[in-house]
């Protein structure tokens, strides 16, 4: 038991390690325009750069993680950001749109299940899990291309990835606050 | 890339399983040392350059992938009734010998009840000398010959196909325990099923098939090599032997009847109902393997992040080969013979239908269930909580915090964002520290705020929020007395942790009030929604 706690620590530290290093990029390359930004905007950049780089890390692997940075590429303006983050892989935003598509041909029977299903189902006789379902579905990013099982392999991906995200951007933020705090 | 991707993970499980030969051939008895004596010398010399499947220079790291992979299956069985996660997790290379010798225990069982098989898939591609084994042209032959010896009991193969459910720790944990003639036969059945399969149908349709789990993408590989029906027989055995190995609830659910060179005939002829066994097994077999896949592709995408092709292909073909399956369920009657021999023989339980589709639901139900008990596992809290609703609710509600902690903190950051340029040089050296030891950094943290904000849903997130990231907050401050004070300014370390603490709470505040300040009112809510608890909207 501690033998496999200490392994699964270590990878998911290496996840940590990852994302922390994608998101590092990511901030780096944005930096100069975040001084202009407002607060609003300056946090929409961290947030988006936070998330394309956890769904870097992860590189496409899964669908999550390809919905995330295909809707981060739709915008222009963050396209530079997830080409600057994915250069290390190759991925450029035009790789990372086409994944889904082609994704989304090899799903299409599972989409279309999912689609007429979801049209079936949506007259108010929904019982509590198929609302549940739908609920989990619209937080996980790609999820209505997702069916029951797959849908539940990807939440779990998905937690564990957004448990790394979490834990590193406190203790970045911790670091940077108590370096503020030092400064001062 | 595709297929190079599938041939390296091919060649690679070869390459592990004959590894782990190599380490055990020292400790395990004679007969199966000798038996195993020539596989321990293909991989120095003769597999990489003979086999038409590696590809030199990414097989190695894929080694080292599959090598620490298939040791995930082969734990301490006291460590089987982990988290289901626990018990695949998977070791860096670095560990990777001294897993090995972990592993050895485990694999001995197991090597002597498949060492006979696995020497024929050896012997047929490397033809070494080796008295005790029969070298045969025609695999075929041997197989008939084996399958007398074991005595058909269907209840077992189902038994044996359960098992697989509940992960391959538990696999591991069987195997350790020898149950006698029982898992052994299970083995040689799936084994020999898969060969009995792979023989009987032309390659081609063996590329076809809609197998579960891993085995499947193999088998896709199989179909693409060199179609010669020795060859594909020994790849799709090798194919088995590694599988067999490495993804051990893969292989027990890929359980062929006993005696399988018949009943692969029969169920073949009888129609609709064999056809439901197979892919019941077979989608039975596709559960684990998902978990197999998350633990790997974690593994993998963290360790060299070149093998995204690798593990995108697999995974998809795990998905493809499952979800296809479901539908040949459905399709029952009409299913042609390429697509039903990927599948697994598996009977109805006692007692429960045998309509197709009930059979396929219920392979589904469990399958989700499955998923979902490795989603108990890491969403803290939710051991006590039974039904899938419930359960659905509680990751629901997790999900949804950890999607607004992350709002939360990229909006903090935005506020100190005037130091976010000096300090970047200092955080990539302090990621170097991030591998802390033991549990400072995750499980503290979820477990801390799932009985804190769970239970009482609305009203105690913000404060089950902030303990907890107080907690997490004394070890960054170990992290940064080591960095910080010594680069930045001499500080008393004693104070450290004050100031920083209290910061938490002060820039807490300063958050908010700058986010009112400055912001629209929607945007506050959104961004610190964690903090004004009205603002938490919990689904029930």
Redesign the interface.
């Known amino acids: ?1 501690h ?16 994302f ?2 994608n998101w ?1 990029r990511g ?2 390359a944005c ?1 100069p325009s ?2 202009v930004m ?3 905007e ?6 988006l750069s ?2 394309i780089a956890m769904a870097a ?6 669908i999550w993680s390809r919905a995330l940075l295909s809707r981060a590429t739709v915008n222009t303006s963050q396209r530079l950001l997830v080409r600057r983050i994915l250069r ?2 190759r ?1 450029y935003p035009k790789n990372v749109i086409r ?1 889904p598509s082609k ?1 989304g041909s ?2 299409s ?2 989409v279309r299940k999912g689609r007429k299903m979801s049209k079936i189902r949506f007259l108010g006789q929904e019982n ?2 198929e609302k ?2 739908e ?2 579905k619209n ?2 990013p790609g999820g209505h291309l997702m ?4 849908l ?2 990807e ?6 990835h ?22 001062k | 890339m595709d297929h190079i991707g599938d041939k390296d993970k091919f060649a690679v499980e070869k390459n592990s399983s004959v590894n782990n030969v190599s380490c055990d051939s020292v400790n395990k008895p004679a007969d199966w040392r000798v038996c195993v004596s020539n596989p321990v010398s293909l991989p120095t010399d003769s597999y990489p350059p003979g086999d038409p499947m590696s590809v030199g220079p990414s097989s190695f790291s894929q080694s080292q992938m599959m090598n620490s992979f298939s040791k995930a299956l082969w734990h301490d069985p006291s460590s089987v009734q982990t988290t289901g996660f626990g018990s695949f997790s998977v070791q860096t290379d670095a560990g990777s010998s001294g897993v090995l010798g972990v592993a050895d225990g485990n694999l001995g069982s197991f090597r002597n009840n498949v060492d006979r098989p696995l020497e024929t898939g050896w012997n047929l591609s490397n033809p070494l000398p080796n008295g005790d084994i029969l070298l045969l042209p025609n695999a075929n032959g041997f197989f008939p010959h084996s399958m007398a010896q074991i005595p058909a009991d269907s209840g077992f193969i189902t038994r044996a196909a359960r098992f697989s459910c509940y992960g391959s720790g538990i696999f591991g944990e069987m195997l350790n325990q020898p149950l006698g003639v029982p898992e052994p036969i299970g083995l040689y059945s799936q084994v020999c099923g898969t060969m009995q399969r792979l023989q009987d149908m032309p390659v081609g349709t063996v590329a076809k098939q809609a197998h579960g789990g891993q085995c499947s993408g193999n088998e896709l590989n199989v179909g693409e090599l060199p179609k010669d029906a020795s060859t594909a027989v020994r790849d799709g055995f090798k194919n088995d032997a590694g599988t067999v190995i490495h993804v051990g609830a893969n292989e027990e659910v890929k359980v062929d009847k006993p005696g399988c060179s018949h009943m692969s005939d029969e169920t073949r002829s009888s129609g609709g109902n064999g056809r439901n066994e197979l892919q019941v097994g077979e989608l039975k077999s596709g559960e684990t393997p998902s978990k197999c896949f998350d633990r790997k592709k974690r593994k993998i995408n963290s360790q060299s992040g070149e093998e995204p092709d690798n593990n995108g292909e697999k995974k998809e073909n795990y998905e493809r080969n499952t979800n296809l399956s479901p539908k040949k369920t459905s399709g029952g009657k009409q299913a042609s013979d390429p697509p039903k021999e990927g599948y697994i023989h598996m009977r109805a339980r006692r007692g429960q239908a045998t309509n197709s589709h009930s059979l396929a639901e219920r392979v589904r139900r469990e399958k989700i269930s499955e998923r979902m008990k490795f989603l108990q596992d890491l969403v803290p809290g939710c051991n006590k909580v039974t039904g899938k609703a419930v359960m659905l609710d509680e990751i629901i509600n997790y999900v949804q915090s950890l999607q607004r902690q992350v709002e939360f903190l990229s909006m903090k950051l935005a506020t100190v964002n005037p130091q976010l340029e000096l300090n970047l040089d200092g955080l990539m050296a302090k990621e170097a520290l991030q591998l802390r030891p033991g549990p400072s950094s995750a499980p503290p943290f979820p477990q801390s705020i799932m009985p804190m904000a769970y239970p009482p849903l609305p009203h105690l997130s913000q404060p089950g929020f902030m303990e907890p990231t107080l907690s997490c907050m004394r070890n960054p401050s170990d992290v940064l007395r080591q960095t910080v004070t010594s680069p930045l300014s001499p500080m008393n370390e004693g104070g450290f942790k004050r100031p920083e603490t209290q910061g938490w709470e002060c820039d807490l505040q300063n958050v908010v009030h700058v986010c009112y300040g400055t912001d629209a009112t929607p945007e506050n809510q959104e961004a610190t929604g964690s903090l004004p608890p009205a603002d938490m909207k919990v689904e029930q």
């Not at chain 1, 890390?57 to 899964?62: E, H, I, K, L, W």
């Not at chain 1, 939440?155 to 564990?160: I, K």
Request: glycine letters at 4%; proline letters at 0%; a positive charge.
């Open positions: 038991m033998n496999n706690d200490n392994l699964d620590m270590d990878r998911y530290n290496m996840v940590k390690q990852q922390l290093k590092m901030l780096v930096n975040l001084r407002s607060i609003k300056r946090k929409l950049t961290i947030k936070a998330d890390t992860r590189s496409g692997a899964t290390k892989y991925y994944r994704n090899r799903l029977k599972r509590a899990l549940r379902t609920m989990l937080l996980v069916d029951g099982k797959c539940i392999e939440t779990l991906d998905y937690v564990v957004l448990q790394a995200q979490v834990d590193a951007m406190r203790t970045i933020t911790a670091d940077f606050i108590s370096c503020g705090h030092v400064n």
